[in-house]
């Protein structure tokens, strides 16, 4: 962090230097302004002028938004500035000239996570912030003027969002005079690429010295140039206490940055185990919970389980969803109604539930053994081999949907509440038809 602040010094020292050189009056060349920094002069005054008044009309968050893009491009023209009077510099110095270009972006889309879910403008922040990345075009040495062309195409996407929702509100001219003035910055600035940047910046190829070989001044000394004297003994050497011993890890400024951001969302209540353990009311098995896995409050989860014939779930809404995953030789009862049940990848499973409001679905499962005691409108049966489904006289009307499966079978009650067990079609002939000039598909007889 240190060394990156001591760039930025430089960076701030040579474009003063420079800016002085300029304004100064000196002789030669060097006091002249470059021909491509003045044609950015212009481009700014035709093209970002105008986006910046366009804005200023609608208010709020588009005339910030603009606001901060004008102070891009002036960050911009301070590289324009170096990049006349010095020699292509190395990667790691260009990135460091280029810092605070990336930090208004930043803020950019700072002030876009601002803006309220009800705003009018959320199109126009949307398409603020992905048309400023243009400014990256330094990036692309071989092709920047692609790269402004694909940019636009980027932000074309919102700005026809925003003449669609605006089309018949109040401000629907201002609106589309904002879309034609954003859009002309992208124009103007191909046109100023091609012109004078075709193949990345320009730097003075006449001057040896490159960027990086710029004569900074140099860090002052410390006031101190001796060790201080060792702290005296202590009478007694004792050891040191158990915490002190591991010693502390450097820790870069991004990783902090990102480890804050990081615990500010895994301490949100959401991420809260134990708020939503109580949600996950299980009973006999306890509840397992996966690194990565977040359990949402709208379902309830049984994994894992291995020869546990009476899981119960009880205690359930009409809203919630039972999910079952990887259980082996067990059994499920479900006593209340609920929206759907849900099983993936189990093996000799059985499940009793009372009702459910949108269906049950297999999936990836083995051998496994389905009665509804109430109403089912829909079974769905994926990957599954050997599956028996058990039907009350409340679901005969359910529909069955079934694909790649096997062994599948479904029972239906009798008046003295014996079961009748039927097959599901497995297999299929498919024949051309030449009255009807198309292939006819019939289920095969089962044997």
């Known amino acids: 962090a240190g060394d990156l602040e001591g760039l930025v010094a430089r960076l701030e020292t040579v474009v003063k230097k420079l800016e002085g050189k300029a304004g100064g009056g000196g002789s030669g060349d060097s006091a002249e302004t470059a021909k491509f920094v003045e044609a950015f002069d212009e481009f700014v005054s035709q093209c970002v002028d105008p986006y910046l008044a366009a804005s200023a009309v609608l208010g709020d968050m588009a005339d910030m938004q603009a606001k901060l893009f004008k102070e891009i491009c002036t960050e911009q023209r301070n590289f324009l500035l170096v990049v006349s009077k010095y020699g292509k510099p190395a990667v790691s110095s260009s990135s460091v000239l280029n810092c605070h270009i990336v930090k208004k972006m930043g803020e950019m889309n700072d002030l876009r996570s601002k803006l ?42 919102y700005t026809n969002k925003v003449l669609t ?33 075709t193949t990345g910046p320009s730097w003075n190829a006449s001057i040896s010295d490159s960027y990086s070989a710029i004569p900074f001044p140099p860090s002052p000394l410390p006031t101190q140039l001796t060790p201080p004297p060792p702290p005296p003994l202590p009478t007694q050497l004792t050891p040191p206490p158990p915490a002190a011993l591991p010693t502390q890890r450097f820790v870069p400024p991004d990783e902090l940055i990102r480890n804050k951001i990081f615990n500010k969302i895994l301490n949100s209540s959401f991420f809260n185990i134990e708020t939503n353990l109580t949600k996950f009311k299980l009973f006999n098995k306890s509840l397992v919970f996966n690194d990565g896995i977040v359990k949402m409050s709208s379902s309830k989860l049984q994994e894992f389980q291995e020869n546990a014939p009476d899981l119960k779930i009880k ?19 479900i006593d209340e109604k609920i929206n759907s049940i849900v099983l993936d990848s189990c093996k000799k499973v059985g499940l009793v539930f009372t009702s459910v409001v949108s269906g049950v679905e297999l999936i990836n499962c083995q051998s496994m053994t389905v009665q509804c005691q109430g109403q089912m409108p829909t079974v769905s049966i994926d990957k599954t081999d050997g599956c028996l489904i058990y039907l009350s006289n409340e679901c005969l009307d359910c529909e069955i949907i079934s694909a790649k499966s096997s062994e599948m079978n479904v029972s239906i009650p009798k008046e003295d509440g014996d079961f009748v067990e039927y097959p599901i079609v497995e297999q299929f002939r498919t024949n051309w038809n030449p009255a009807q000039k198309t292939f006819v598909t019939t289920a095969t007889e089962s044997i």
């Not at 403008?121 to 330094?138: N, P």
């Not at 034609?180 to 910055?185: D, G, I, K, R």
């Not at 205690?315 to 009862?333: A, F, G, R, W």
Request: charged fraction near 25%.
């Open 116 to 157: 309220s879910r009800k705003s009018d403008q959320k199109s126009h922040m949307m398409a603020a912030c992905e048309g400023v990345s243009v400014f990256g075009w330094i990036g692309y040495p071989k092709s920047p003027k692609t790269f402004v062309k694909e940019t636009k195409e980027s932000a074309k996407f």
């Open 165 to 197: 929702e605006t089309k018949s509100g109040n401000k629907s001219t201002e609106h589309k005079n904002w879309v034609n003035a954003y859009l002309e910055v992208f124009d103007g600035f191909y046109n100023y690429i091609h012109e004078h940047h």
């Open 315 to 333: 205690d359930t809404e009409m809203k919630q969803t039972v999910y079952m995953y990887k259980c082996v030789n067990s059994v499920l009862t």
